[in-house]
């Protein structure tokens, strides 16, 4: 079996230090990636909120200055916000959770676009969930953000179709990382009950697909969505 090559590539990963930014940064690493973690953790390489423009900008001066060229972007930092009914929800916390899941995806894009386009390659692979695709009851601004996370991988996607860089998501359902942890038991029995395969996915499934897409292998997808949700997703 041949292993998904990543070596030469320098990766940008947001949200890095997360239960899965850390699959994804060892699965990507060991195919020979240089992978630069951006989060808001002390176990960062660069300590940026991705929701800050300013921060995003100056970081990506940073990246390149130290690196010379960006071949992966994966934009993996979120939040789920509070999970609340909508009458509950305050407007500071619906756009702080927009501005984590959705606009830092814009921003961390943009910043990224001007390299790869220079270089006429690239890979980006965004987080969304399958909270954007089916809506999570009480998570109104999550689920609008990863439902709008898609939209702007197919918009970008289209943007970028005359030139070699790919643009896809993934819409993970339920992940086992310390998310898990914070769920009541009956809570934990209804989302597993929803997943034909009976069980959460593994941070290394998601990687390992993150990693193909991040990869040159994946050159005919673009725009497009890949379900990691045993089997609950059917489209
Ligand atoms: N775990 C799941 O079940 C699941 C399911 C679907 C989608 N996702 C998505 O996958 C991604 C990773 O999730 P996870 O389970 O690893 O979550 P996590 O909470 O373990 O990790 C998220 C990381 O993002 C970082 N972060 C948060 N706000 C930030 C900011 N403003 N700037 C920089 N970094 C910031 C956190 O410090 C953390 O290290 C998220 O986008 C999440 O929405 C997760």
Same mark, same amino acid.
């Given at each position: 079996m041949n292993a998904i090559d990543l070596r030469g590539k320098t990766a940008l990963l947001t949200g890095g230090c997360g239960g899965i930014g850390v699959a994804v940064n060892e699965r990507m690493s060991a195919s020979g990636a240089t992978v630069v973690t951006w989060d808001l953790a002390e176990a960062a390489d660069d300590r940026v909120d991705v929701a800050s423009e300013e921060a995003v900008d100056a970081a990506m001066e940073r990246l390149l200055a130290r690196h010379g060229h960006l071949d992966i972007l994966v934009n993996c930092a979120g939040i789920t916000g509070p999970n609340q009914p909508i009458e509950r929800y305050s407007l500071a916390d619906w756009r702080r959770t927009l501005d984590v899941n959705l606009t830092s995806t814009f921003l961390c894009c943009r910043a990224a676009v001007p390299a790869m386009r220079q270089r006429n390659a690239g890979r980006i692979v965004n987080l969304a969930s399958i909270a954007g695709k089916e809506g999570n009851a009480m998570m109104t601004a999550y689920s609008a953000a990863k439902g709008a996370v898609i939209a702007l991988t197919k918009a970008l996607a289209k943007e970028l179709a005359d030139t070699e860089v790919r643009v896809n998501c993934v819409a993970p359902a339920v992940i086992a990382t310390d998310l898990i942890k914070q769920m009541s038991p009956e809570t934990y029995a209804t989302v597993i009950a929803? /997943? @034909?395969? %009976?069980? @959460? %996915?593994? @941070?290394?499934?998601? &990687? &390992?697909? /993150?990693?193909?897409?991040? *990869?040159?292998? +994946? *050159?005919?997808?673009? !725009? &497009? +969505?890949?379900?990691? *949700? !045993?089997g609950r997703a059917t489209y």
């Open positions: 929803k /997943i @034909p395969l %009976g069980r @959460p %996915g593994r @941070p290394d499934e998601v &990687a &390992a697909l /993150i990693a193909w897409l991040a *990869s040159d292998e +994946c *050159s005919f997808s673009t !725009g &497009a +969505c890949f379900d990691l *949700s !045993g």
